[in-house]
């Protein structure tokens, strides 16, 4: 259904960290993403109409799909990728917020 959980990742420092293919980075990702939810949550972006507690909700939703590949996770994609679309993009060099890595993970899904 997804095949491009199964493609290798094109991002070097991601398969340096040891993730192999695109599921192995997304579950690395929302792992590191629930542990800084859980013990600091970031500030949600001005102009994203989201909370912590949504894009928590919505990890656990990313990781069913990876790994359970519904017959619906597009539809669960779209839904998803529409909430984070706004995320601001990294500025001067800074890493990429948890908001904005989620939206360009939902991007390359779909």
Do not use: K, N
């Not at 040891?18 to 102009?47: C, N």
Request: contains cysteine; proline residues 12%.
């Amino acid at each position: 259904h997804y095949p491009l959980c199964d493609e290798p990742v094109p991002d070097p420092a991601a398969a340096e960290a040891g993730a192999g293919t695109r599921s192995e980075a997304i579950l690395a990702f929302i792992a590191e993403a629930m542990d800084q939810l859980l013990v600091d949550p970031p500030p949600v972006p001005a102009g994203l109409p989201l909370t912590a507690a949504q894009l928590l909700e919505d990890l656990e939703t990313l990781e069913w799909i990876v790994v359970g590949r519904p017959s619906h996770g597009a539809r669960l994609l779209q839904e998803r990728s529409a909430r984070y679309a706004a995320a601001p993009g990294p500025v001067d060099g800074a890493r990429p917020s948890i908001w904005y890595q989620m939206c360009a993970h939902l991007s390359a899904l779909l």
